[in-house]
């Protein structure tokens, strides 16, 4: 029994209704929906409970897909039916969620629906490469082959964003470490040089230590007052980024800030000839590819570059002559498809752009750890100069004062 979130508009009144409902799939809940008198408008899987760690916990990760498809393309290479396959399958399936869309697909191809058409009704599982691909090994007579090709496709796609992450994860954890570190010693340590000076005549804390000591009385009368606005600022800043003008600011930062931006074009090259050269082996027609291909480049501008080199391979030019002298795209990569079009290897020279850039991103990430490493370490270095300066200096000035009292 899975617990859906849906949105649904009562026919007595007309208003919109959002609440929860347990069902065993998508079909159900809609039936138990349409009983009480209301239109479902959406419904998603939310989890028993419905809570944040239950989110997660039944989400379908990459890896369970990967898994999924390799299964299923070895049990249809073995000769059994779809139907049959996709029973044992399901029974294999650890993932409650893939388990319940399995059953739905099942009764889908058992009411006569393609495979393809039947996973379509499941984007949020499979998107369109992966629907792309199942109609295309369906119409060959290659569903076996279509999805090992997707397993493995899937597989350097996970790889290769894998350690994009990490190289932007590691900077992060950092700095957030080092801002933990700096807002105790300012809150903590610092205001106890104030209190060593506090009535003593004629003495008069250095400027560095009297900053230090403004920045941190507002950290610690106003604490939630800053949290309060780096909480507004976080939540507004996520949605404007998901609206479109946000995601082409994000999208266009992504390939020109230093030292991710080459990485991030890499990562699109890679993933663009990855995905064409799957859809190509696969029988998938050219439109029908560069199509498919916009929508899991995963970024607006080169998904708007792919789109315009649609229209002029509609209008009879060449892939390579349409991608040649676009911004968004490294040169190599309509060198590459141009010697594929005229040897008749579009996917064997798409690959070979895709292996050859996955290597360039693994190498850049490890080219952008050995350039942040010392950056980082510079970074902390001055502000602890900066920090051990302000608790030292009135100690120094506290102690010399004191020796020429004495001399005196």
Same mark, same amino acid.
């Given at each position: ?30 039936? =138990? ?10 419904? &998603? ?24 498809? %390799?299964?299923?393309? *070895? =049990? ?8 049959? +396959?996709?029973? *044992? ?6 993932? %409650?969620?893939?388990?319940?869309? *399995? ?28 629907? +792309? ?11 076996? *082959?279509?999805?090992?090709? =997707?397993?493995?496709?899937? &597989? ?47 003495? &008069? ?65 890679? %993933? ?34 792919? %789109? ?32 594929? &079009? ?26 952008? +750890? ?39």
């Amino acid at each position: 029994m899975l617990t859906y979130t849906y949105t649904a508009r009562d026919l007595k009144t007309g208003h919109k209704v959002e609440a929860e409902v347990q069902a065993e799939n998508e079909k159900a809940a809609a039936q =138990l929906l349409a009983e009480r008198g209301l239109t479902p408008l959406d419904i &998603e899987v939310k989890g028993e409970g419905g809570s944040f760690l239950s989110h997660f916990r039944n989400r379908v990760k990459t890896k369970q897909k990967v898994i999924f498809s %390799r299964q299923l393309s *070895t =049990l249809i290479n073995a000769g059994l039916p779809l139907v049959q +396959s996709l029973n *044992t399958v399901k029974g294999q399936t650890n993932n %409650r969620v893939l388990r319940a869309i *399995t059953g739905e697909i099942i009764r889908d191809v058992e009411g006569g629906s393609t495979l393809s058409d039947a996973m379509a009704r499941h984007p949020r599982v499979f998107n369109n490469v992966y629907t +792309s691909l199942v109609a295309a090994g369906e119409a060959s007579g290659t569903l076996d *082959t279509s999805l090992e090709r =997707l397993s493995t496709q899937q &597989e350097k796609d996970a790889e290769i964003v894998a350690k994009v992450r990490g190289a932007l994860i590691y900077p992060l954890i950092v700095l957030l470490v080092l801002v933990a570190v700096v807002t105790f010693m300012l809150t903590t340590v610092l205001p106890q040089v104030q209190t060593l000076y506090e009535g003593l005549p004629g003495a &008069e804390l250095p400027i560095v230590t009297r900053v230090l000591l403004a920045v941190s009385n507002v950290l610690v009368r106003y604490w939630w007052v800053i949290l309060i606005i780096l909480a507004i600022v976080a939540f507004l800043g996520t949605r404007w980024a998901q609206t479109p003008p946000g995601r082409r600011v994000v999208d266009e930062l992504k390939m020109r800030i230093w030292p991710v931006g080459s990485l991030f074009k890499k990562l699109y090259m890679a %993933r663009f000839a990855r995905t064409g050269a799957t859809l190509v082996g696969s029988g998938v027609p050219m439109i029908k590819m560069l199509s498919t291909t916009a929508d899991a480049v995963g970024n607006i501008h080169v998904a708007e570059s792919i %789109r315009k080199a649609t229209e002029q391979v509609k209008g009879g030019k060449t892939l390579s002559e349409s991608l040649s002298g676009d911004p968004y795209f490294l040169d190599l990569v309509p060198d590459m498809i141009k010697i594929g &079009e005229q040897s008749g290897q579009l996917e064997s020279m798409m690959g070979k752009v895709a292996d050859y850039y996955e290597k360039e991103v693994d190498n850049q990430v490890k080219a952008i +750890s050995t350039t942040i490493e010392p950056g980082l370490m510079i970074i902390v270095g001055i502000l602890a100069l900066i920090i051990v300066a302000a608790i030292l200096l009135p100690i120094y000035s506290l102690a010399g004062n004191n020796l020429l009292q004495q001399l005196r």
